[in-house]
């Protein structure tokens, strides 16, 4: 599945790799090669950050799954409990 950006956030992007590469570089890159540098990035680096992203957000809900069974259990057939009388020590 390609990673895409809405229109608004990629322009947003073109504009910041200029910035860079007006303050870090001695050229600067223009509209175009920065569109196409996002593509290539995009492309090729995006997958891994993605599916990084995808596997820490499996590891939070992995443990506030565990978090559940603890937070929410209830022993069943307790209603008997309430009317047990607490035993004496001989």
């Known amino acids: ?3 895409e950006l809405p229109e608004d956030e990629r322009t947003a992007a073109i504009a910041s790799i200029q910035r860079y590469f ?3 570089m ?3 890159i223009g509209n175009i090669a920065a569109g196409g540098l996002l ?7 995006g997958p891994a950050v993605y599916n990084r992203a995808i596997a820490e ?3 939070r809900m992995q ?3 565990v978090e559940l069974d603890i ?3 209830e022993e069943p057939f307790q209603y008997w409990r309430k009317f047990e009388t607490p035993r ?3």
């Open 1 to 3: 599945m390609p990673i």
């Open 22 to 24: 007006e303050a870090n």
């Open 26 to 28: 001695e050229e600067p």
């Open 39 to 45: 593509a290539f990035f995009l492309e090729e680096i």
């Open 57 to 59: 957000a499996q590891e």
């Open 63 to 65: 443990a506030r799954i």
């Open 71 to 73: 937070d929410l259990h």
């Open 88 to 90: 004496r020590r001989k």
